[in-house]
Nanobody, 122 residues
Framework: QVQLVESGGGLVQAGGSLRLSCAAS????????MGWFRQAPGKEREFVAS????????YYADFVKGRFTIARDNAKNTVALQMNSLKPEDTAVYYC???????????????WGQGTRVTVSS
């Protein structure tokens, strides 16, 4: 059974940084594409970033380019999202996801974590 557990969320002021981490178990981690999505109150879940099996291909939503960085450690079965220059509009629950092909939509990912809340104050 695939388990994805996010951590690292919290409250931060605008302009600050947070590092989210996702620990995966129950899967051959290096065989999965990993992604981060977020869902703000009253909004649909949206793509943030994804990373290929070996980490050589990275995709970002336009609104996080230059601010967020996704990275994975296949030896530790973890994927991280470094978030810099945070804005109040980044406030959301952030979800880690695992899929079998590189995608930028939620439909491309079959396994999801429970999410970690990020709140950015102005």
């Amino acid at each position: 059974q695939v388990q994805l557990v996010e951590s690292g969320g919290g409250l931060v002021q605008a302009g600050g940084s947070l590092r989210l981490s996702c620990a995966a178990s129950g899967l051959t981690f290096s065989s999965y594409v990993m992604g981060w999505f977020r869902q703000a109150p009253g909004k649909e879940r949206e793509f943030v970033a994804s990373i290929s099996w070996s980490g050589d291909k990275l995709y970002y939503a336009d609104f996080v380019k230059g601010r967020f960085t996704i990275a994975r450690d296949n030896a530790k079965n973890t994927v991280a999202l470094q978030m810099n220059s945070l804005k109040p509009e980044d406030t959301a629950v952030y979800y880690c996801a695992a899929g079998t092909f590189l995608a930028i939509t939620a439909a491309g990912f079959g396994s999801w974590g429970q999410g970690t809340r990020v709140t950015v104050s102005s």
